[in-house]
């Protein structure tokens, strides 16, 4: 049986050895487009790979995927991520779950993973081609034959393939799987920060607020979690975690559109009006600047009471029922409007691609033609940063690689 796997990425690497596993007897051929493999492996994670996640219940792990969700329970159930841990500790590359719950291998190096990936298709005597491009697949009766975009390339017919190329930034890059029936939904970026580089709170760049939650007005995104203020805006856990979830949303409003950030991660303004009100009675003759209330950073507390139109030398008996309203305002609801996004560098993904009703998820074979299999972001699968990406890579290729029909 002659398998070609098209992509040289995770899924490529992943599935076209799976096959292998399952079927001996095939002759397994990886086609890359350009002239290095691995190569997102090999950046991910800030060079460290974040290869999977240690959340091991299912029904936990499929929350991180906005685009996959729970068709993925049963995907998760026969290659999961203890699965991904014991695949790559059994070759001996150990691993070790940070306190965030990301995983990476021991080395705090990618070069373990593609050491480990490049050894397994060596042993596995699955060829390698790069620098071939498919750009057409035609369908002769079952047996599937592939045209290169290089001329001097002839087609050539297989008997099964897997496509595994990615996530495509532009629905132009997914015509020629249109073309063979597939249901495309429509690309667009995934893991993005926000850009307001105008905001006066840009002055406190690099810090970190460690319990926010941000919410996108007019919509019900809404994520918890460390905030982070750069140069050019937001990031960190919440704000990537709202990209993901509101990835369509916001692009739908061409990145034009306001966030509330709720420092203190407490929507019951009443309680923290009346937590204020306490603090007023015990310490009255306390100053904001000598507050330490809500755990927040000194700078970040000292630029709320300025945003508050209050002096930090006021002490709190002063305040009175106007001032501790303007607090917990700024406090619980404050408000950026934001212009734009910046790719996030550790990690960015496409949210839309191959549409799931276009693939038996059993199986992973499209459900248009038969012995054509899909693995990897090129499907609308897509997480939150975490090592989640990586993991429907790898469960996904497993599945694609048993070849069922
Ligand atoms: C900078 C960065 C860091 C990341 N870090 C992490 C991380 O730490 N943890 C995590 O879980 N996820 C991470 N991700 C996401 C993760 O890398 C991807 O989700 C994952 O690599 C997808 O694997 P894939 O094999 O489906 O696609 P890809 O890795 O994109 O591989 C697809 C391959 O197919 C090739 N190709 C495309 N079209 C064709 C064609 N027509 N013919 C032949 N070849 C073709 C491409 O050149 C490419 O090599 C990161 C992403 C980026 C961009």
Redesign the pocket.
Known sequence: MKVAV???????FFSAIHVKENHPNASVTI????KK?L???K???GGR???TNGTESISELHKAYPRGGKKLKKIFQEFGTVDTINWFESRNVPLYVQEDNRVFPESDNSESIVNCLFKEIRKLNISLETG????KIKNLDGRLKLYFKEENKIPEVFEKVII????SPKEEGLKWLKNLGHEIEKPVPSLFTFNNPKTPIIKLMGLVAENTQVSIQGTKLKAKGPLLITHWGFSGPAVLKTSSFGARILSDKNYLFNIQINWINETNYEKVTGLMHQLVKTHPKKTLRNLKAFKLPERLWNFIVEKSELTLEKKLHELGNKGIHKLVEVLCNDIYQIKGKTTF?????TCGGISLNSINLNTMESKEIKNLYF????MDI?AI?G???????WSTGYIAGKLKN
């Open positions: 098209i992509g040289g990425g995770a899924a490529g086609f890359e487009k350009t493999v190569s997102k492996v950046v991910s994670g790979c974040n290869v071939y491009c498919i750009s595994a190329t990615g996530g560098k550790e990690e960015f993904v693995a990897g972001e090129i897509d940063t090592g989640y990406n990586f993991q429907a890579a």
